[in-house]
């Protein structure tokens, strides 16, 4: 069942297009990693979908029902978008409870929020005195007060330290295994590749790939990267795998070859027989920071057009 | 709207509203209070009073104590208009705003709640200020040679009719203050605009057109809090003010209610 479907979202502010012509469908369930680079229109989609602006054409619908009027579903969320925001005199405990209140929420459930996030020893203290680490807390305790079916969490390690990182990391884990639906808008591509089932990927407010992260990994290979004993070797070496079927790419001391872990021998074994000594020869799996960067065109920096998977799962 | 107008009232605990607003509207009016009375002999003297209009007669009228506070009414106007200005920009400038709307997505019932949490404040503040000249401006009376010999009648009808007239006029410029903080979004521009709407504009639009004075919103306010001037009586300030807020508070909600929250 879809949580959120989008239907040809557009979004423009004035000339700029932030989102364009998004299809996008998210299952209910799991953790969700939405990524783009900066300007790619996530904070865009995520305000469309909370109801916070309007889109310009198209539409979308959140547990089925249109964002043109988010009354139906807002109880049903909770969000931290861009940075935790409280009035900075107030304690922690005191802002959350004014939200608590807005929401028809017990203040019971004011100290459960602030003990998931670990702030109940400190919730007295006022939010000015609070470090980032700790106001990304708080905003992800203000987030989870609705005791919300989805989660929709816009940076929520920014500031964390390590410790924190994995143990927001551990809660986002916990509820989308218990069923809860939750979305989270990073640029830390190895948090989304560690914490996330799903993924939504856009660039230039267009969807470049949805559906299951494992897919897109598997469908961008794994590859073997070959070292010659002799480097002048490395031109003849890729001359030789793409003649035998694999697709290679020749680098300054080394050679990629798109072919499995599985496939180590026989393409050690291709090189002995053309009299080539390879000096290293080690599978290299592609992360998604590797596939991120490909497909947004950021490989080289250049901030290219992004390539669109053919592919693009609902 | 009840968890609105609880959730307003949570925020507004805010030790530097409550001092900034209560604490600068009552210390201001005591040291207009102390002012006008201060500077009342000079006056009839031959020199400048602070604040035309105001006589020794007038001070020593049973009504006399609040003379400074009906004086200076503008001024306390424009710190209910920062005051107001401020709840709303500071959401904006905070990004709480995003908070706010995404647990109440029905904008007019947030915009509502803000209105009755900000319009308890201000009579918090106003009761606040009308206790201290009431308790200290005998003081000051004293001080400045004036007989207070009237004040004695009824004064705790004087002191509620002059309370509801403070509050009323304040309040009019507090809902001026949520639609320029609505519309502008910046405390400071929404602030600026309030005073050189009344020091400049309302000015120079009584010197071009006599009959301006009896329409243009500043000056209803400030009947009011008189209980009338030679331009407008009560009633019909009411009425000009009572336009001038619906008028304002519609604009505040059609802006809020059709706003892009990109804050």
Not at chain 2, 36 to 55: D, K, M, Q, R
Not at chain 2, 84 to 105: E, F, H, K, N
Not at chain 2, 189 to 217: C, H, N, R, T, V
Request: aromatic residues 6%; contains cysteine; charged residues 15%.
């Amino acid at each position: 069942m879809s949580i959120i479907r989008a239907d040809k979202l557009t979004r423009r502010f004035g000339d700029v297009v932030a989102v364009r012509e998004l299809d996008l469908e998210i299952a209910s369930g799991g953790v969700v990693g939405l990524v783009g680079p900066n300007g790619s229109g996530k904070s865009t989609l995520i305000r469309l979908l909370l109801g916070l602006i309007r889109p310009t054409s198209g539409s979308a619908r959140v547990f089925d029902s249109a964002i043109s009027d988010p009354r139906k579903y807002a109880p049903r969320i909770g969000a931290l978008i861009e940075n935790p925001a409280f009035i900075p005199s107030l304690s922690a405990r005191t802002n959350l409870r004014s939200l608590a209140r807005l929401r028809g929420i017990s203040n019971a459930r004011v100290d459960e929020v602030l003990d998931i996030v670990g702030l109940l020893n400190r919730s007295d203290e006022p939010a000015k005195d609070f470090s980032l680490g700790m106001k990304q807390r708080l905003g992800i305790a203000a987030a989870l007060l609705p005791d919300p079916e989805l989660l929709i969490l816009d940076e929520p390690t920014n500031g964390l330290d390590p410790a924190g990182i994995v143990e927001i990391r551990g809660l986002l884990r916990g509820l989308g295994d218990e069923g809860r639906t939750v979305v989270v808008s990073s640029h830390l591509l190895s948090e989304i590749e560690a914490a996330c089932d799903t993924l939504a990927m856009i660039c230039y407010g267009e969807l470049l790939y949805s559906g299951p992260l494992s897919d897109l990994i598997a469908r961008a290979g794994e590859c073997i990267e070959t070292v010659p004993e002799h480097p002048h070797d490395v031109g003849r070496l890729a001359e030789l795998y793409t003649a035998r079927g694999w697709q290679s790419t020749a680098d300054d001391d080394h050679v990629r070859v798109s072919a499995p872990d599985s496939a180590s021998a026989d393409v050690n074994r291709a090189a002995a027989e053309a009299g080539i000594t390879l000096s290293a020869l080690r599978p290299h799996s592609i992360s998604l920071e590797d596939i991120f960067l490909h497909m947004t065109g950021e490989e080289s920096g250049d901030s290219g057009r992004p390539t669109v998977y053919t592919e693009v799962q609902s | 709207m009840i968890r609105a107008i609880r959730c307003e009232l949570a925020r507004l605990k805010n030790p530097y509203f409550i001092l900034g607003g209560m604490g600068l509207m009552a210390a201001f009016s005591l040291m207009a209070t102390a002012i006008v009375f201060l500077t009342v002999e000079s006056g009839s003297a031959g020199g400048p009073p602070a604040t035309e209009g105001i006589t020794l007669q007038t001070l020593q009228a049973s009504d006399g104590m609040f003379a400074g506070v009906q004086g200076f009414v503008a001024m306390l106007g424009i710190i209910t208009l920062a005051m107001w200005a401020m709840a709303v920009t500071s959401d904006y400038s905070s990004g709480l705003i995003r908070l706010l709307v995404q647990a109440q997505p029905n904008r007019l019932l947030l915009l509502g709640g803000k209105v009755v949490a900000l319009t308890v404040f201000t009579c918090l503040a106003t009761l606040v200020t009308t206790v201290a000249v009431t308790v200290v401006s005998p003081g000051i009376a004293n001080l400045a040679g004036v007989s207070t010999d009237a004040w004695n009648s009824g004064l705790l009808g004087t002191a509620l009719a002059a309370y509801v007239q403070l509050t009323l006029c304040v309040l009019l410029w507090g809902v001026v203050g949520l639609l320029v903080g609505m519309l502008t979004r910046s405390a400071g521009l929404s602030i600026g605009i309030g005073i050189g709407y009344l020091m400049i504009f309302e000015g120079l639009a009584g010197m071009l057109f006599d009959s301006a004075q009896k329409w243009l919103p500043g000056s209803a306010f400030s009947a009011i809090a008189s209980g009338g001037s030679a331009d407008m009586t009560f009633g019909t300030a009411v009425l000009v003010a009572a336009a001038y807020a619906v008028g304002a508070l519609v604009l505040a909600a059609v802006t809020f209610r059709r706003r892009d929250i990109t804050a």
